[in-house]
């Protein structure tokens, strides 16, 4: 049987957060699958020289780590991951920051990592790498001369080719990604846009059900959207007595603050909600979670004071010595445990970025819940999950009137109506997780191009995905 090599930007959490929730899941799927893990340990040598890698042994997954260098934390990490790639990759070019040394870093820093790699890997190891961080690292192994299966999965959506096009380096990163055997995307938006930019700029030479054929090169593709570890324990009864006798009904959200997380629209979502409907007044109170370990100072700017602003208007406007209509946490002082007995406590949880990949949060918030009393899920549109999360109130996190008549639709909602939704979404959360995700994906890489494959999602005869009837 061969060995799984997994390569991600980290394999240690972020210091003093427990709510990494891809660093949880892959960690459970390396667990599983006796993996070899490579990644950044999250720490920036003090020295201009770093340190060599670290291989150790954690909680049963054997890891390969490394330190930054100051100057590959400040160009590879905050500058060419978030000043040019994140903004691109979430629809926003007009948040990029270019530099040419910024890319040069990144491309070093992706060398670096190769020759990190490559004494480890035997002949038969399949190799699985995640996200944009790490993302030419099969062509550099491939120039090395490995030729082992290798597989990609996007965790941010993939943006339109018109928008990817704004990277200077556009050409060079879509070469790198055509190096892998098989590609795994969010949702089939995100496919759509990639498999539209191959036929448009590459000249695909064909498309079946799961593959085109660019360069010579089969590259299987697939949507298979990550789960999380549906045997988590959530229920901390000591954190559930804390929250028990909070005599409020409960809006949760839980993100960290960025342009992107649409924080700011919640916020004049409430402050309508509000305006709207004063019978909720003393009522009802948005709890909005912001862990600043995980923010990207590039990304989040002034942001924070802005929301702190707007937190003060909100409840100068309406609040009372009693009752503050939004209490804004931005610290890292909520526990894991804490986080999951709040989404076992809240009426409604809203999930409403303005472009994200994942949302692995609001699947946390359907485990949580309170199968006899659930609460009910608020989703953006714009997410990958809402593909899978069907039975969630979907809003455009844009329009306020619209998210706040979706809050006031939650809040009245019948049992029975609310039973039945979480009932729907909990069935996909369970059936889908970590490990359908992670056994799906490695099953789909190691078989042969051109086997027929049992896919989640079929294709049109224009050569574009549409979703099947899976969920």
Wanted: proline residues 5%; aromatic residues 12%.
């Amino acid at each position: 049987m061969s060995r799984l090599i997994i390569l991600s930007n980290r394999c240690e959490p972020y210091t003093g957060s427990s709510d990494d929730m891809l660093f949880h899941t892959l960690s459970e799927i390396s667990r599983q699958h006796a993996a070899l893990w490579f990644g950044w340990n999250g720490n920036v040598s003090a020295r201009k020289r770093k340190e060599p890698y670290r291989q150790i042994k954690s909680e049963g997954v054997g890891k390969v780590s490394w330190d930054l260098s100051p100057n590959e934390y400040d160009n590879f990490y905050q500058g060419y991951i978030h000043n040019v790639l994140w903004p691109v990759f979430h629809n926003r070019p007009d948040l990029t920051a270019y530099k040419r040394e910024y890319f040069i870093t990144w491309k070093n820093y992706n060398n670096d990592v190769k020759n990190r790699v490559s004494p480890f890997i035997t002949h038969d190891d399949v190799i699985w790498v995640h996200d944009y961080h790490l993302l030419p690292v099969a062509k550099m192994l491939q120039e090395d001369s490995h030729r082992n299966k290798i597989g990609f999965f996007l965790h941010q959506p993939f943006p339109p080719g018109d928008v990817l096009r704004s990277v200077p380096e556009h050409d060079w990163l879509f070469q790198s990604l055509l190096h892998y055997d098989c590609i795994g995307f969010q949702s089939s938006g995100d496919i759509n846009n990639f498999i539209s930019y191959a036929l448009r700029h590459y000249r695909a030479g064909q498309i079946s059900k799961d593959a085109i054929k660019v360069n010579g090169r089969i590259i299987k593709v697939c949507v298979l959207p990550c789960g999380i570890d549906k045997n988590t324990e959530f229920q901390n009864q000591q954190e559930i007595q804390n929250v028990r006798h909070y005599h409020r009904q409960i809006i949760i959200s839980n993100d960290i603050v960025n342009e992107i997380s649409g924080v700011d629209c919640r916020l004049n979502a409430m402050k309508k909600f509000l305006a709207l409907y004063p019978q909720y007044l003393r009522d009802v109170s948005l709890l909005q979670i912001s862990d600043p370990s995980g923010e990207y100072p590039a990304s989040t700017g002034d942001m924070s004071s802005r929301l702190e602003r707007l937190c003060g208007e909100i409840n100068g406007q309406y609040g009372d010595l009693s009752w503050y209509p939004v209490n804004y946490i931005h610290n890292n002082q909520c526990s894991r445990a804490m986080i999951f007995a709040l989404y076992n406590k809240a009426r409604v949880a809203m999930f409403t970025p303005l472009s994200e990949g994942m949302s692995l949060g609001a699947k946390e918030f359907i485990l949580a819940q309170n199968k006899e009393d659930p609460g009910v899920l608020l989703l953006s549109e714009f997410t990958g999950a809402a593909e899978m999360l069907t039975e969630a109130l979907m809003i455009n996190p844009y329009d306020a009137h619209e998210t706040s008549e979706a809050l006031h639709s939650a809040l009245t909602m019948p049992l029975h109506e609310r039973k039945r939704r979480h009932s729907q979404l909990l069935n996909k959360v369970n059936r889908y997780d970590c490990h359908w995700w992670a056994t799906e994906f490695l099953a789909f890489l190691r078989a042969e191009a051109e086997r027929p494959q049992r896919t989640v999602f079929r294709t049109s005869h224009h050569g574009t995905y549409a979703p099947h009837n899976l969920y």
